[in-house]
């Protein structure tokens, strides 16, 4: 038996309604994806200011956050927290300069080698801050054989299969005082500017 072309269009029609729900329902599963999980708070009661600005995961049970918090003395200290699959936990960072710091980007490029980018002030300069650990974030230290001049990374990305990495940002060009895009990239454990 020979369906006319309107019978076939009907009947494909009629399936494609019928099928609408189940394509969207990747979709509807994707957006139920996300629930609160409750962080660490580092900031004292009477500085309760503290954010988070970037993460990366590993896998599911290595993740790390980046971002602020007002110390004691109402300036701004890293934060660097750790997801171990069941609850986060915060880390101490390198937190340098005398005036304040902060963390913007990070990369976890294995489950111990994870890299961290931001800016420090001191002498209210804000200097370029890039912060590596390579035991899972036991220890951060600053990283002061790549590039430090004036300005902020804002960013960082990499390729955990091959270790290559990727900082971006801006910097203050010291001669005409103005503010200049800059890409670092990570060359034998350290970054180095690239031109653009």
């Known amino acids: 038996m020979k369906l006319s072309k309107y019978c076939q269009l009907f009947f494909f029609a009629v399936l494609f309604f019928l099928a609408l729900p189940l394509l969207s329902s990747h979709k509807a599963y994707a957006d139920v994806g996300f629930s609160r999980v409750s962080s660490q708070d580092p900031s004292p009661a ?13 896998d ?6 980046v971002g602020s918090y007002t110390n004691s003395d109402g300036t701004y200290h890293d934060l660097i927290e750790f997801w171990n699959g069941t609850n986060w936990t915060t880390q101490t960072g390198a937190n340098p300069g005398t005036d304040a710091n902060q963390l913007l980007g990070v ?13 420090y002030y001191t002498d209210s300069k804000g200097k370029v801050l890039i912060e590596h650990s390579t035991d899972g974030g036991s ?17 960082i990305d990499g ?29 034998s454990g350290h970054f180095s500017v690239v031109t653009l």
């Not at 599911?60 to 956050?65: F, G, I, V």
């Not at 990369?107 to 800016?119: I, N, Y």
């Not at 270790?163 to 990239?185: C, F, H, M, Q, R």
């Open 46 to 58: 009477t500085y309760p200011v503290n954010g988070l600005q970037a993460v990366s995961s590993y």
């Open 60 to 65: 599911a049970t290595h993740a790390w956050a």
């Open 107 to 119: 990369k976890a490029l294995s489950t111990t080698d994870v890299w961290a980018v931001g800016s």
């Open 139 to 155: 220890t951060w230290t600053q990283d002061t054989s790549s590039f430090t001049g004036n300005g902020s990374l804002t960013g």
């Open 159 to 187: 390729d955990p299969s091959s270790g290559d990495a990727w900082a971006v940002g801006w910097i203050l060009n010291d001669t005409t005082s103005a503010y200049e895009p800059i890409t670092l990239k990570l060359v």
